[in-house]
């Protein structure tokens, strides 16, 4: 019986082989396919850093990794055609965004924290608020002398979602990549009395203190470009601007958030809903 097994294994493995044999004299090509095949299996379990593609010359092309140069994503539809969204803008930026201080401190004092007296003190409030430093989504300005880089968890969840929002906007109409810029977060007793010494616009009842609220500068952003790749295409503030717009106005319609539009700070005020 051991010796039938046998016998009956050797002549399929042999009916394999000719088979095969027969398949690669009438169809040679079909060897490269199952070579390139047997390449990408290998990719697949391999490192990122080995990773690459098989080009129609049969190498391995690097792949883009953290080293090398970004390349604009490209959206397509459903019959394959390149994707590209229109910018539309707001009807009136004051129109589209009103929202005053009233209901602005109304959704601060139920969100927020208990106004922070001084720098010192937010130091030991930690518990109750998340750092917002600069990340790959948008970077805290330089000149941000009047605020702190903290706010509650909420406000810092809609800070990620406008920033991601944006650019997923810009990417899907084809706009070369830009970071938001934060001007300000929040501020305590002490840095609410030193501005408003230098800006009369500044209210003693900001909602700044309670760490609900952030503003984003509308008039400038971050290029984002590979030091070693080539120049990106230029684009007006105007048109990320647009851009930002309606972003903002997505997220308000959906009542995460209030908008005002501030013309000489040139900046959106938004604190979360």
Known sequence: ????????????????????GVVRCVNPEIV????????????????????????????????????????MPVFKDSAGSPLKNRIYSVAGFGRTFPDLQDVHIVAARK??????????????????????????FYTMDKKMSYSIPYLVPRASDLLQKI????????????IPLHTLIVTSVLRTEND???????NCNASEESCHRFGTTFDVCYNRYNTVRHPDGP?????????LKWVLSEVLRDLRQQELC???YEVKQGCFHITVR
């Open 1 to 20: 019986m051991r010796k039938l097994k046998r016998e009956i294994f050797v002549g399929l493995a042999g009916m394999t082989v000719g088979v095969l």
């Open 32 to 71: 490269g396919e199952a070579a390139a095949v047997g390449a990408l299996q290998e990719e697949a379990a391999m490192p990122i850093v080995a990773t690459g593609l098989m080009s129609e010359a049969g190498k391995v092309t690097p792949k883009a990794g953290l080293h090398t140069p970004y390349v």
């Open 111 to 136: 969100w927020g924290v208990p106004p922070v007296k001084d720098r010192e003190e937010a130091e030991r409030r930690k518990d109750e608020l998340v750092y917002v430093g600069s990340n790959p």
């Open 163 to 174: 920033s991601r929002n944006f650019l997923d906007s810009l990417a899907i109409k084809q």
């Open 192 to 198: 609410v009395r030193r501005l408003r010494r230098f």
């Open 231 to 239: 120049e990106r295409r230029a684009v007006r503030n105007d048109s």
């Open 258 to 260: 209030y908008v005002k």
